[in-house]
């Protein structure tokens, strides 16, 4: 094998940690993605094909970062619920992982985020209400980025082709 098929090798790999990153917040998501293309575009050897691939592949990475947090933001903010509600979801979140195998993240996410909302409402309706919704707009950003970061890796194994066919 050569340096150029094992740097192919090694990206696939990465941009497909990047693509499940978007719906696992625990691996890297976009960004790895982004990075690999850099990276596929620089030492894959497909010459002008990489560049073309690079530049493709970042404008949906970065519009699908931008669409994520536009979409949660908008939605956030549209509910009235703080950034400290999502950063205490994000915690416990976390501490989920540790204690709930597989869905802990999510889990404790959602824990979080209720029991912030109901300490900030003083209200179990209210709470649920703004949960929900929250939940409901970052499970829109994360369909959002993980469509547009499929693309991005499609443009790849576009990209992959058509180096190996010239």
Do not use: D, Q
């Not at 990153?21 to 990075?35: H, N």
């Not at 030492?43 to 949660?72: I, K, N, R």
């Amino acid at each position: 094998m050569n340096p150029e098929s094992i740097m192919t090798v090694l990206c696939g790999l990465a941009i497909l940690v990047g693509v499940a990153g978007t719906i696992i917040p625990v691996l890297p998501g976009s960004i790895l993605i982004g990075l690999s293309l850099l990276a596929w575009a620089i030492w894959g050897g497909a010459g002008t094909a990489g560049w073309v691939v690079f530049g493709v592949g970042v404008a949906f990475v970065v519009a699908g970062v931008a669409a994520s947090a536009v979409l949660t933001g908008r939605k956030l903010k549209e509910h009235k619920i703080p950034n400290r509600s999502v950063v205490i979801g994000l915690v416990l979140g976390v501490a989920g992982m540790f204690i709930i195998p597989v869905v802990g993240l999510f889990v404790g996410f959602a824990v979080g985020l209720l029991l912030s909302e109901y300490l900030r409402t003083r209200n179990f309706r209210t709470a649920m209400t703004s949960s929900w919704a929250a939940l409901k707009a970052t499970g829109l950003g994360m369909l959002v980025e993980f469509g547009l970061a499929c693309l991005a890796a499609s443009t790849w194994v576009i990209g992959v082709w058509v180096a190996a066919a010239s």
